[in-house]
């Protein structure tokens, strides 16, 4: 039986697939419906404008180069708040969106005790059971989660101010804010490399919203077993017999 978030979130994903396009040539697999890229895009928007309207107004030194693009400094500090609801609003759906693929396996806990190997490079294999998520997209998703959280609730403290959380709320809720905004901010910088420089092939599923075989029984073992019921480790030694090649996706 379907829960409503279920049910909401496969009403939405009908409604964008009549809006948008998703394509998806021979070869590919269909991985991000048009639903999960808007609100994936919406969401990077939104982080990006709180974070220079943040910054702008929360660091002197960037204050005359960030805060002109908001029409000035008084301006910034009014809409920052804004962006930040409207940041909190699209990972709320995405969040929901992603739920089901986004829960924590005994893969993953394996694929954990073996994170050294695989950041080192030394190991060069997915491990066979890695699903449409690995660990490390997952564990980032429930950190922009927690982060989301304590943004909001540290974001109106400040927003209502001393006269309704006095002075030590505030205090505190500054610190949180900024600790959380440096911490995401981290994880962002090394999630915008994977998606584009570290795991070639990757960018494109979040634009037409497919990527290549190749690809997913590169990074995504199991998932690509699921959706098209080959095994991954025979489609490699396939792909290496008949010497099909694609330069930007290794072949592990
Ligand atoms: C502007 C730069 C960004 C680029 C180029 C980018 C690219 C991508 C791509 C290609 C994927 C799909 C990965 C896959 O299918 O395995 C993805 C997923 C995701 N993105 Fe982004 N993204 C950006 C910004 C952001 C921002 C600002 C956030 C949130 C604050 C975010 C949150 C996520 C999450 C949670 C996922 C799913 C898990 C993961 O792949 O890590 N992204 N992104």
């Known amino acids: 039986m379907s829960t409503a978030?279920?049910?909401?979130?496969?009403?939405?994903?009908?409604a964008f697939d009549r809006i948008g396009d998703s394509q998806v040539y021979e070869g590919e697999l269909l991985r991000h419906r048009v639903y999960t890229r808007f609100l994936h895009w919406m969401v990077a928007v939104f982080f990006f404008l709180a974070l220079f309207s943040g910054f702008g107004i929360y660091l002197p030194w960037l204050f005359r180069w960030f805060t002109p693009i908001f029409g000035g400094g008084p301006l910034a500090r009014a809409m920052h708040p804004w962006f930040g609801i409207g940041f909190s609003v699209f990972f709320g759906l995405q969040a929901l969106n992603w739920l089901a693929p986004m829960t924590w396996t005994p893969?993953?806990?394996?694929?954990?005790?073996?994170?050294?190997?695989?950041?080192?490079g030394e190991e060069k294999l997915e491990p066979p059971d890695t699903h449409f998520f690995n660990a490390g997209?997952?564990?980032?998703?429930?950190?922009?989660?927690?982060?989301?959280?304590?943004?909001l609730?540290?974001?109106?403290?400040?927003?209502?101010?001393?006269?309704?959380?006095?002075?030590?709320?505030?205090?505190?809720?500054?610190?949180?804010?900024?600790?959380?905004?440096?911490?995401?901010?981290?994880?962002?910088?090394?999630?915008?490399?994977q998606s584009t420089i570290g795991q070639?092939?990757?960018?494109?599923?979040?634009?037409?919203?497919?990527?290549?075989?190749?690809?997913?029984?590169?990074?995504?073992?199991?998932?690509?077993?699921?959706?098209?019921?080959?095994?991954?480790?025979?489609?490699?030694?396939?792909?290496?017999?008949?010497?099909?090649s694609e330069p930007k996706v290794p072949l592990i």
């Open 5 to 14: 978030v279920e049910r909401f979130d496969d009403k939405a994903r009908g």
């Open 153 to 193: 609730i540290t974001g109106i403290v400040m927003w209502a101010g001393a006269p309704t959380f006095g002075r030590t709320g505030v205090w505190i809720s500054y610190v949180l804010h900024d600790v959380s905004a440096l911490i995401m901010l981290f994880g962002i910088f090394i999630h915008v490399y």
């Open 107 to 120: 893969a993953d806990s394996r694929w954990m005790r073996n994170i050294k190997k695989i950041v080192s």
């Open 200 to 244: 070639p092939g990757t960018f494109q599923s979040m634009t037409r919203g497919a990527v290549s075989e190749r690809w997913a029984w590169t990074f995504h073992p199991a998932w690509f077993q699921q959706v098209t019921g080959r095994d991954a480790r025979e489609a490699v030694e396939q792909a290496r017999k008949t010497g099909s």
């Open 137 to 151: 997209q997952k564990l980032q998703f429930w950190e922009i989660i927690i982060g989301t959280i304590v943004f």
